[in-house]
Nanobody
Framework: QVQVVESGGGLVQAGGSLRLSCAAS????????MGWHRQAPGKQRELVAV???????NYADSVKGRFTISRDNAKNTVYLQMNSLKPEDTAVYYC??????????????WGRGTQVTVSS
């Protein structure tokens, strides 16, 4: 069993910052890519940022220059530093991780999400 748990969401004023964390735990052999996605009310879930096992990153155009994704492989944790937040960043943020289990099965695991609300 593998669990993925996000933390760090909350309410912040426009222009402020938040740092999200996501930790994977359980029967993990190794983790491939990790990423953050978000879903605003009435909208489809969209990719925010992804990071490979060797640190290559990719961002949605809407967050480039404001958000930074990073990971700590020793802790099986991925972070999302969000600066210069805008009201349109308000959404539930979900973390996902591509995990090779100790049984060598590969599966994409998702967390339950953390709410980020940016007030104007």
């Amino acid at each position: 069993q593998v669990q993925v748990v996000e933390s760090g969401g909350g309410l912040v004023q426009a222009g402020g910052s938040l740092r999200l964390s996501c930790a994977a735990s359980g029967s993990i052999f190794s983790i491939n890519g990790m990423g953050w996605h978000r879903q605003a009310p009435g909208k489809q879930r969209e990719l925010v940022a992804v990071i490979s096992s060797i640190g290559s990153t990719n961002y949605a155009d809407s967050v480039k220059g404001r958000f930074t994704i990073s990971r700590d492989n020793a802790k099986n944790t991925v972070y999302l530093q969000m600066n210069s937040l805008k009201p349109e960043d308000t959404a539930v943020y979900y973390c996902n991780a591509g995990v090779y289990s100790t049984g060598r099965d590969y599966r994409d695991y998702w967390g339950r999400g953390t709410q980020v609300t940016v007030s104007s």
